[in-house]
């Protein structure tokens, strides 16, 4: 079984639409939990990391639940330019040395 | 402020012969990873270090090795390069939970 896994997609949503990414990860013992833009061709970005208690930026809310080993991604109102890769990455226990990649979630925002 | 230098950033390589892939940071991060994408598989990890003198294999260490002999420098060295290394690699650094910065990434193409 894979560390992470993601929604495949790709997910084609209007303008103004409200979508949201799905991930499980495997190792209970994971501690830290991110995620990452990744623009064609292009290295990833963080986008943000995910608390326990939920945590929001902007349009972003990110989710964990540890019981279920589930992390989401919601954008609201999306732009053109959240079109991308997103990208769940989970730690193995509490080191930051090995982060584990999800093989990512296309998103296109069309006009 | 650089950030995560990588170079090459384009290399084409005969099968059979090394290289190193040259990786530097400038924000003093212990953690440093290098990475692989390919098509479909998402990124995985070669190699890590948690400080200076200290790496450790990741999910495809086989036919790639690592030092870091100094916290900024993490090079990667390709021992005899085969078509099945042909990919995107990528370098990161951290400091903390807040995830990895990632350099613009070395092309390499082995023929």
């Known amino acids: 079984r894979k560390e992470v896994e993601q929604d495949p997609g790709p997910f084609n949503v209007p303008e103004g639409a409200t979508v949201a990414f799905n991930c499980t990860y495997s190792n209970s013992a994971s501690q830290s939990f991110f995620w990452y833009r990744q623009d064609c061709r292009k290295e990833p970005k963080l986008l943000m990391s995910v608390y326990s208690s939920g945590n929001e930026d902007g349009r972003f809310t990110a989710q964990l639940n540890r019981a279920s080993q589930y992390i989401s991604l919601l954008i609201r109102d999306s732009k053109l330019s959240d079109s991308a890769t997103y990208l769940c990455?989970?730690?193995?226990?509490?080191?930051?040395?090995?982060?584990?990649f999800g093989r990512g979630t296309q998103l296109t925002v069309w006009p | 402020n650089a950030g995560v230098t990588q170079t090459p950033k384009f290399q084409v390589l005969k099968t059979g012969q090394s290289m190193t892939l040259q990786c530097a940071q400038d924000m003093n991060h212990e953690y440093m990873s290098w990475y692989r994408q390919d098509p479909g598989m998402g990124l995985r990890l070669i190699h890590y270090?948690?400080?200076?003198?200290?790496?450790d294999q990741g999910e495809v260490p086989n036919g790639y090795n690592v030092s870091r002999s100094t916290t900024e420098d993490f090079p990667l060295r390709l021992l005899s390069a085969a078509p099945s290394q042909t990919s995107v690699y990528f370098c990161?650094?951290?400091?903390?939970?807040?995830?990895?910065?990632f350099g613009s990434g070395t092309r390499l193409t082995v023929v």
């Open positions: 990161a650094s951290s400091s903390n939970r807040d995830g990895y910065t």
């Open positions: 990455v989970v730690t193995r226990g509490s080191t930051l040395g090995r982060l584990y």
């Open positions: 270090s948690v400080g200076a003198g200290i790496t």
